[in-house]
């Protein structure tokens, strides 16, 4: 079962990674990734641990990576990258590299398996937290588990709010990521920042996804389109089955292609009400 192998894979770079978590050997500089950030030995040693667990399990899906780019692990297939039989893990072994190399306790490993090169065909998601070993899981159509306990968005009814000013009395806590965000998208979401009661910002969209998956935050916004999928496939899965709602900014279900070139802007809201006041 591939959700299975992902947890095990997420296992084993806990186990890898732990005693480099918050160190200078964990931080130093290894190469550019294929993503276009710099890859960390942390990052590095984390991807290969999740490749060699494929392996060893005998399977063969094209993997989706922040580091190695896109890799077919089938050498006996010519499929392109977007046409595999057996499937495409999408993975950012370390979520949060900052965090997890300064020894900020908040980031994770991200592994999602789809049955299409696209978000909506996710079908398995695990999301380990790297600081405390905790796991956060989905399968599509069989509901969100945080250590194997099922969890779900905050169920806040909003139907009765008619203005970004009413939010202030419902108490609403949104996290957000404006992290290099540029003036005009920064304008945009101040709107949010002046209404919302309470703003959180830990800085792994994966992790924060699966904190408003278990009800923690009322909605998670990153409308920066910098976001790839390799960095929000799993907590996608996850939010998805808690009960949540994810939208692009023009108000269409989030979805998009794999690819490492994609960049994505989001709202995760617990009902569409809410999405509709942060668009106001």
Do not use: W
């Amino acid at each position: 079962m591939m959700l299975d192998i992902l947890t095990e894979a997420s296992k084993n770079v806990y186990s890898e990674i732990k005693d480099l978590l918050g160190t200078i050997d964990g931080g130093s500089k290894i190469s550019m990734g294929a993503g276009g950030d710099i890859s960390r030995k942390i990052d590095i040693i984390a991807e290969n641990t999740v490749l060699n667990t494929i392996k060893s399990n005998n399977i063969s899906p094209t993997i989706v990576g922040e580091e190695c780019g896109i890799v077919n692990l089938n050498k006996s297939s010519s499929s392109s990258s977007n046409n595999n039989d057996e499937g495409f893990l999408i993975m950012d072994a370390v979520d949060g590299t900052t965090n997890a190399i300064r020894g900020l306790p908040f980031s994770c490993c991200s592994l999602a398996f789809a049955n299409e090169f696209k978000l909506s065909s996710v079908i398995d998601a695990v999301v380990l937290d790297l600081f405390t070993g905790d796991i956060y899981s989905a399968s599509k159509e069989k509901g969100s588990f945080f250590n194997n306990k099922k969890i779900h968005v905050k169920n806040e009814d909003f139907n009765s709010i008619e203005s970004l000013e009413d939010l202030k009395s419902f108490d609403v806590l949104i996290g957000t990521n404006v992290s290099g965000i540029p003036s005009n998208i920064l304008n945009e979401i101040s709107k949010v920042l002046l209404f919302s009661t309470h703003i959180r910002h830990f800085g792994a969209n994966a992790l924060e996804l699966c904190y408003f998956a278990r009800g923690f935050m009322d909605a998670y916004i990153d409308i920066r389109e910098k976001i790839r999928p390799t960095d929000m496939a799993a907590g996608y899965l996850i939010a998805n089955e808690a009960g949540g709602k994810l939208y692009s900014p023009n108000g269409q279900e989030l979805d998009s292609d794999l690819g490492l070139k994609t960049k994505l802007s989001f709202y995760a809201v617990s009902n569409k009400k809410i999405f509709d006041l942060l668009k106001t």
